[in-house]
């Protein structure tokens, strides 16, 4: 019988939850590797979205399945729905698309800059109030992003950086979504309707651009998938054994599993502009996670010192 859990339920295993969010890291860097090698094959873009979401369906119904939460996927808010997977899927274009037009490293690098938009996006779709801390990471984030592009020096592919930026900002515009739908749906219903919508469009994208492949670009293309399945069960498995704010400096290990990697595989190096630029962008995300979590922990007490209002 399957294991019933909520969707908020954790375990006090911080650790745990640490590691397996380090992996996902590690594997969501292979998953974009093969991207890369997918892409100098020939191998269409949308073929490579289209396999990504195909392997994540069957993993997101089993997950539910296992934590008892099938029930969740029932939903009210279907243009929400929509709007998410027109957000999700673009997102997920725009970032693969920037790892086929940049090295590695600099790909993941611009791709830290989400959390910087998203902080805008908050502050002016969702009225979120925000003080000088977080205007002020917002402001070294940008100094960051300025550092890595270099301008005037060792030029970085500008189609490649402006759809990396890009691609950023529209990720904010998903975690600012998703904040939004957290209000009235479930987790389980999010992630199952985002894996089966998205299908649609993809579908029909593949068929249009799609063609055959010899056996090893076939291996690819299952292996991206995989990866990309085995990288979300680890992500949603994290969040069950420790809390956002613990594991969220784990995602920053990407960077170095992406220049790894790139330089294993691609014999990519990274430039000195990413090494200065990157910290900066990384230091104001994580600013802007300790302030977030600050002022969370501010209400709660002063709900708890105030329970009448």
Do not use: C
Not at 22 to 42: D, P, Q, W, Y
Not at 116 to 140: D, H, Q
Not at 207 to 236: R, Y
């Amino acid at each position: 019988m399957a294991a019933k859990f909520s969707d908020t339920e954790t375990s006090p295993r911080p650790v745990l939850g640490i590691l397996l969010r380090l992996a996902a890291m590690a594997i969501l860097s292979l998953m974009f590797a093969l991207v890369k090698l997918a892409g100098e094959r020939g191998i269409h873009l949308t073929e490579s979205l289209f396999y990504r979401q195909l392997a994540g369906l069957p993993v997101a119904i089993a997950w539910l399945w296992w934590t008892g939460a099938l029930a969740s996927i029932r939903t009210t808010r279907p243009l929400q729905h929509g709007i998410r997977m027109v957000l999700g899927a673009s997102a997920m274009a725009l970032n693969f698309s920037a790892m086929l037009l940049l090295p590695m490293a600099e790909a993941t690098t611009f791709g830290f800059a989400a959390q910087i938009f998203a902080t805008i996006l908050a502050a002016l779709l969702l009225g979120e109030p925000t003080g000088r801390y977080r205007w002020g990471a917002v402001a070294l984030g940008f100094v960051g992003v300025l550092i890595a592009l270099q301008p005037g020096g060792e030029a970085i592919p500008l189609q490649g950086a402006a759809v990396a930026l890009v691609g950023a900002l529209v990720t904010a515009g998903v975690i600012i979504q998703l904040r939004r739908m957290a209000q009235t749906e479930p987790a389980g219903a999010i992630v199952f309707w985002f894996s089966l919508t998205s299908l649609v469009p993809l579908g029909i994208a593949v068929l249009l651009f799609g063609k055959n492949h010899d056996a090893e670009s076939w291996a690819i293309l299952a292996g991206l998938s995989l990866a990309g399945a085995v990288a979300q069960i680890l992500l949603t498995a994290s969040l069950r054994h420790a809390s956002v704010a613990a594991i969220m400096t784990m995602d920053y290990s990407a960077l170095l599993w992406s220049a790894f990697i790139g330089f294993a595989v691609f014999g990519e190096i990274p430039s000195y502009s990413i090494w200065l630029g990157a910290p900066l962008i990384i230091g104001a995300g994580l600013i802007i996670a300790w302030r977030e979590q600050y002022l969370a922990r501010k209400r709660a007490m002063e709900a708890a010192e105030y329970p009448f209002g």
